[in-house]
């Protein structure tokens, strides 16, 4: 370790580009002061709890109506919203845990081998993950944060003078830019399915032209203005991968910072297909045996097509059911169970953060949604906004909000009732307000840690390894964004 800090002592930033040394600049702040994403939640819930405080909202109060689900007091809201979001954990628990068995079996490991063995150079491994980063996102994101994350750590295997913190920032990037834009893109799928968006939420809707109160992905994520914007976005990110990636001099490979590559298939790796440990017995068949995860398979699929039958498919699409499918795949992809129950055991670590922060996650919504906080935020951004300003409005409003609520779908529910209002009052289309909202969404996460966590525990590193690299592409890609849905927005409506 020494002699890495003698190398980069030698190599100055002045070395690189303007873009890179920002990059650089930025990660060595974040290296010194940021604190782990644990802490980060920690700073977040009291810095949340002083804006409600100096904005006026008392500390203690509870609305005569024990259902109600506003008028509370901070202090009672972070308690009403501690365990809100506990079925959200679980299911994003066994999202990360399913989809790191799907990316470690046998046929998926092969193929993220052969794209991890198509970048040459350290500039272009960094763009190259980055690009398959945000494709990956865009057809799910849950499945992006560990495929990508694997591909990273392989990539840098191969080209082990690239920036390991630079390719760990990449692999998270597709759910900073595009995520929200894609097939599992949370508002897009709320509004579209009656089953999913509130009845208020549905009301507000009718009001903008909608008569059955739902928005079609035809007219959200599927226009032709959504599919430009995400591409603006998509092409602004892997130019920026490509010049803040630094050269082989401010490098720090994943050899100088620890952390121990294994590879993916093969000799040494520790998915080689053979299970280890004691001799097996012959009761051992079952485990052994494909048969009971065929079986397994065959339950599962005969009950998915009869679910999806008659429906379209991206609305009836949600978290049970890719955790689901996610599951029956790796079953099937892993052949033998004892394969899968291994897979399974060595992705629960990568969950161990979103168990332990997202109920603080819940208390910091609790503060937002169950008091006035949220209705008086919006209110300050009706009074400041016109037609043409309101788009951008919301995106920056939305990625505020963002790195304090960072659940696309949860905060949807807090913003949409407000913000399609005055959509409606304002002349502005409602489904590109969903497209708005998406963008500015998805941007918060270049800032705030809570989605590195699967990311980073595959890697092996922590948040502020990556978050000066995350908030370079910020500085890029959300601006992009504002540029997008203002000059793009459809037709107003009146």
């Not at 763009?127 to 398959?132: D, L, N, R, S, T």
């Not at 398979?297 to 996610?326: C, E, H, M, P, Q």
Request: aromatic share 12%.
């Amino acid at each position: 370790m020494a002699d890495s800090h003698g190398k980069h002592a030698k190599h100055g930033v002045a070395d690189e580009g303007p873009l890179a040394r920002t990059a650089l600049r930025f990660t060595s702040f974040t290296e010194k002061w940021l604190p782990d994403a644990f802490g980060f939640v920690l700073v977040g819930t009291f810095v949340v709890l002083l804006f409600g405080l100096v904005t006026g909202e008392p500390l203690l109060k509870r609305p005569d109506d024990p259902a109600a689900t506003k008028g509370y007091g901070l202090i009672d809201g972070w308690g009403l919203g501690f365990w809100s979001l506990i079925t959200f954990t679980l299911q994003m628990a066994m999202i990360i845990i399913g989809g790191y068995a799907v990316a470690t079996s046998g046929p998926v490991a092969r193929l993220i081998t052969r794209l991890a063995r198509i970048p040459k150079s350290p500039r272009t491994a960094v763009a190259f993950v980055a690009g398959v980063a945000m494709l990956a996102s865009y057809l799910n994101w849950a499945f992006s944060l560990i495929f990508a994350a694997i591909l990273a750590r392989e990539v840098a295997r191969n080209v082990p003078k690239a920036d390991y913190r630079a390719l760990g920032a990449m692999a998270f990037l597709g759910l900073g830019t595009v995520w929200a834009q894609g097939l599992s893109g949370s508002a897009a799928l709320q509004v579209a399915s009656a089953s999913s968006s509130p009845a208020p939420v549905q009301e507000v809707i009718k009001a903008s032209g909608h008569a059955s109160g739902l928005i079609p992905l035809s007219d959200t994520i599927f226009t032709w203005q959504a599919i430009v914007a995400t591409l603006i976005v998509y092409a602004v990110g892997v130019a920026m991968a490509w010049f803040i990636a630094p050269g082989e001099g401010n490098a720090r490979t994943a050899e100088e910072i620890g952390i121990e590559l294994k590879p993916l298939i093969g000799r040494g790796s520790p998915y080689n297909g053979k299970q280890g440990g004691e001799e097996r017995r012959p009761g051992d068949w079952l485990e052994h045996s494909p048969l009971f995860s065929l079986l397994v398979v065959a339950l599962g699929a005969v009950y998915l097509v009869r679910y999806f039958d008659g429906k379209s498919f991206f609305n009836a699409l949600d978290l049970n059911t890719v955790n689901l499918i996610l599951f029956l795949l790796a079953m099937l992809l892993h052949w033998r169970p004892w394969r899968m129950a291994r897979a399974v055991r060595d992705g629960a670590p990568a969950a161990a953060g979103v168990l332990l922060q997202f109920p603080l996650y819940g208390g910091i919504f609790g503060m937002i949604a169950y008091t006035g906080v949220s209705a008086r935020l919006a209110g300050w951004l009706v009074q400041a906004s016109n037609q043409f300003l309101f788009p951008p409005l919301v995106a920056i409003y939305s990625c505020i909000l963002g790195v304090f609520v960072p659940s696309g779908g949860s905060k949807w529910v807090i913003e949409a009732p407000y913000v399609l209002q005055a959509a409606n009052e304002l002349k502005v289309d409602a489904g590109w307000m969903v497209v708005v909202y998406d963008l500015g969404e998805a941007s918060a996460n270049l800032l705030q840690p809570f989605w590195m966590l699967p990311t980073l525990a595959i890697l092996g590193l922590k948040a502020r390894d990556i978050m000066g690299y995350t908030f370079t592409m910020f500085l890029a890609c959300f601006p992009a964004a504002l540029i997008a849905v203002t000059l793009l927005a459809p037709h107003v409506t009146g």
